[in-house]
């Protein structure tokens, strides 16, 4: 599969975004990520939990620097998820998915979920889109 | 008509009048029912009340003691440079830091005669603050990261003391020891039309701290939703069996420990 990765460097994102970075540092050991960019990845999904202290899927990337490999990815706790509109079951092994990511800080694959898109659905914290990586007045906490 | 019948009318307004004042002044003492979910309080400008965990986030002129100083650079080092914390691992966060709602979740308060419970969304975590009479001796108190919570009513505040914590520190390495005491007060307010709780809470801690610290005032306001269930330390038993599970699927001998769940949960950063 072909995958698309881009770089989206996004300014301040007012109060939500400060919210749900916090959000994460409460739970997370969060400083392996750089929560000042913004990165959406595009893969299948090969596993998703969203479970508690936090959430992590691996999903398959592929771009044409690395080829396809599996990249793991953190996010918040199962009840923020739920909170942000998340349901059950929403995300399954083999959906195609796209991830807005805070990436990792040393470049390595991975980093934290702050909003996905599956099956046309859209989940994101602080109300940001994983499309654009700027806030939407649609999505909500 | 004779003159007694008329007398107790005459009485009538009078007694009327004592019984309202009476009514009145029961419904002004009766303490403040807190019962409900609260949310971080927001400001009608949508303004927050700025990050805070424990003693407010990383405050500087904190009045440590030469032993204090110590213990904040120690744990410095033992946190690294990842900045590992202990909700990372599913420990509870403890009085006070619980109180200052970290992550944003909501908090919720049930509140009878003689005990106020107090529930955190994180891990499901719960205090419970005895008031009045009712009592554990002190000899019989298990020192826990919450603390042994005794209150009463000053009007309509709850004055609260924490006592028989465990030496700990909140969520960015202040520290708290085990001889530390913290009191707090609750009250409840209308504030832009809602049920407005405020929490403040002092420390006074002769190991680490030179003065009493007091943390920055928190409010949290009705939030009309849910406590959503919070398992944490489940989802590592339910990894080991899925451990032991894989290795029975493999015909291997089942004897999985929690160290491989360890290492797997590493492999995974």
């Given amino acids: 599969m072909r995958t698309h990765m881009k770089t989206i460097v996004v300014a301040a994102c007012g109060f939500a975004l400060a919210l749900f970075t916090a959000a994460a540092m409460a739970h997370h050991s969060a400083a392996q990520f750089d929560f000042g960019q913004r990165v959406t990845i595009e893969g299948v999904v090969k596993e998703f939990n969203v479970t508690n202290p936090h959430t992590w899927a691996v999903v398959s990337i592929t771009d044409a620097k690395r080829g396809t490999r599996d990249a793991q990815y953190e996010g918040h706790s199962a009840s923020h998820f739920y909170r942000a509109g998340y349901t059950r079951d929403m995300v399954k092994v083999g959906d195609k998915i796209a991830i807005l990511i805070a990436p990792r800080r040393d470049g390595e694959d991975g980093g934290f979920i702050q909003a996905f898109t599956v099956n046309g659905k859209t989940v994101g914290f602080g109300g940001l889109s994983p499309e654009t990586g700027q806030r939407t007045s649609a999505a909500s906490q | ?269």
């Fill in chain 2, 1 to 269: 008509m004779s003159k007694a019948p008329r007398a107790r009318r005459a009485l009538i307004p009078t007694v009327a009048a004592f019984v309202c004042a009476g009514v009145i002044a029961i419904a002004e003492a009766q303490p403040p029912d807190f019962t409900g979910v609260y949310e971080t309080y927001r400001a009608p400008q949508g303004q927050g009340q700025g990050r805070a965990s424990g003693f407010g986030g990383p405050r500087a002129g904190l009045p440590l003691t030469e032993e204090g100083k110590r213990r904040v650079e120690e744990y410095g080092v033992l946190a690294g440079p990842t900045r590992l914390n202990g909700a990372t691992f599913c420990a509870d966060y403890g009085v006070p830091t619980m109180m200052t709602l970290p992550g944003a979740y909501p908090i919720e308060f049930i509140q009878k005669p003689n005990q106020l419970t107090i529930i955190y969304e994180v891990n499901n975590e719960t205090r419970r603050i005895y008031i009045g009479d009712r009592q554990v001796e002190p000899e019989k108190r298990l020192p826990s990261r919450a603390g042994y919570s005794a209150g009463h009513w000053e009007g309509k505040v709850l004055v609260v003391k924490t006592t028989d914590l465990v030496d700990a520190q909140d969520q960015t390495g202040n520290p708290y020891s085990d001889q530390a005491t913290i009191d707090e007060r609750f009250s409840l307010e209308e504030a832009n039309g809602k049920k407005v709780l405020t929490y403040q809470a002092t420390i006074t801690d002769p190991v680490y701290y030179t003065a009493p610290v007091t943390l920055p005032e928190r409010k949290y306001q009705l939030y009309d939703g849910f406590i959503i269930p919070y398992g944490c330390q489940d989802e590592i038993w339910s990894e080991l069996l899925d451990l032991r599970r894989d290795q029975l699927k493999a015909g291997k001998p089942v004897d999985a420990r929690m160290s491989d769940v360890y290492k797997v949960r590493e492999a995974r950063e």
